[in-house]
């Protein structure tokens, strides 16, 4: 079983470009959330699906896109990559949005913009 | 919107001593309190949670306050030990789908 998985583990991208980021979940978890992490910032939630078919914004959404085609896949694009959105991002899953279900979070990856 | 202030931001304590994280939050409606420790490199993963209809939860050499009048929940590590050594974030929820995290409490555990 393999959780929650990432890809690319790492990325450095010229401004401008547009990138896609992937996460796969394998434990049949009806919510999915993508999370950006920043030195002194924490965790901060960009986008949000609770179930397939269906998104919501976070905190952090401006420049991101999500797309939940399917429960087990929920990819974020950069259309156009900026240097601000130098992070690290986290995938994160739970059995469903309840508020007491707890979020598992992917391996991360590590993008860098230029 | 809910905001989670948390500190302190670093925390070093000799092996076997206490530590203790603390967070606020602001917006009393928010009902469910998780903590996460991320280890360097590595993922969040959740270590002890708590519902705000509980004033405190323990597991084995952890546990967690709230209060909720004031609007502050603590994490309580006892007998630490150096594999304790991690970034901290707590976090609070207010409805579903939607975790505010901390900025993280850096906890060393000298040996």
């Known amino acids: 079983i393999a959780g929650i998985t990432q890809a690319p583990t790492s990325q450095i991208l010229a401004a401008g470009r547009r990138m896609t980021l992937r996460c796969t979940q394998d434990?049949?978890?009806?919510?999915m959330y993508w999370y950006r992490q920043d030195l002194g910032l924490g965790l901060r939630l960009i986008h949000y699906s609770n179930t397939a078919g269906t998104t919501g914004k976070g905190e952090v959404p401006d420049g991101y896109s999500v797309s939940r085609a399917n429960t087990d896949d929920f990819p974020l694009t950069l259309a156009s990559a900026v240097p601000s959105q130098t992070s690290v991002y986290f995938c994160?899953?739970?059995?469903?949005?309840?508020?007491?279900?707890?979020?598992?979070f992917g391996p991360g990856t590590r993008l860098t913009v230029l | 919107g809910e905001n989670v202030e948390q500190h302190p931001s670093t925390l070093s304590v000799q092996e076997g001593d206490s530590a203790v994280i603390k967070c606020t939050y602001s917006d009393s409606a928010s009902n469910y309190f998780p903590w996460y420790k991320q280890e360097l490199g590595k993922r969040p993963q959740l270590i002890i949670d708590i519902r705000s209809n509980v004033g405190e939860k323990k597991d084995q050499r952890i546990a967690v306050t709230l209060n909720k009048t004031a609007k502050h929940f603590s994490l309580h590590i006892t007998e630490t030990q150096p594999e304790d050594s991690a970034v901290y974030f707590c976090?609070?929820?207010?409805?579903?789908?939607?975790?505010?995290f901390g900025s993280g409490t850096r906890l060393l555990v000298r040996p």
């Open positions: 434990m049949r978890h009806n919510a």
């Open positions: 994160a899953s739970s059995t469903d949005g309840g508020t007491y279900n707890e979020q598992f």
């Open positions: 976090a609070a929820s207010m409805s579903s789908y939607k975790l505010i």
